[in-house]
């Protein structure tokens, strides 16, 4: 198998369109996470976060995106496809990343707590599984991680009461961990 060839010019361009749907999520007082899939340069899925919208807590932007790529494509298996996505994807996204056979997996922010492409696990390269994908981390990091920043102090300055579960939990990020 040859080496995808990385430009990097291109890996800023789709993160801009996964900003882009980050920022929809922010306007729609959702979790500031947005994705996009990309085959041949082109864009075939396109998600923001929706759990609270759908109420549904598997309705993050890669699941989203993922299901609109296969659409597009008529099959399950992207193996010829990029996931960008602001934020690194966590255990349920990565799971669904490897059974679509996702070629790469380019994200922003990193997650300490619950990422799952090399943070607080890899997933995307699990020695057992039968698909490793190819994981390009920090792309446009610093615009990522200040949408989630500014959300959550938005949040927690319109509800008193978050700050205090928030520190119930322990610190500030047990909302950004559990999105
Ligand atoms: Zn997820």
């Known amino acids: ?86 934020k690194e994807p966590c255990p349920m996204c990565a799971g669904a990343i490897v059974h679509v056979r996702l070629e790469r997996v380019v994200f922003g922010a990193s997650d300490p707590k619950a990422g799952a492409a090399g943070s607080a696990l890899n997933l995307l390269q699990f020695p057992s599984l039968n698909h490793r994908c190819l994981i390009t981390p920090g792309v446009r990091e610093p615009e990522c991680r200040e949408l989630l920043r500014s959300f959550f102090a938005a949040q927690r300055a319109k509800e008193p009461n978050a700050a205090g579960q928030e520190r119930a939990n322990g610190d500030g990020k047990g909302q950004l961990a559990g999105e």
């Not at 980050?22 to 082109?42: K, M, N, Q, S, T």
């Not at 807590?57 to 494509?73: K, S």
């Open 1 to 86: 198998m040859t080496e995808p060839i990385i430009d990097l010019q291109s890996d800023h361009y789709f993160m801009g369109e996964a900003l882009r749907q980050a920022l929809r999520a922010y306007e729609a007082d959702e979790v500031p996470i947005g994705a996009v899939v990309v085959r041949g340069g082109r864009i075939i899925g396109r998600a923001f976060n929706q759990v609270e919208l759908l109420k549904d807590a598997t309705a993050h932007a890669e699941m989203l995106a993922l299901t609109q790529a296969e659409e597009a494509v008529g099959d399950w298996r992207l193996t010829d496809c990029t996931l960008y996505v602001t």
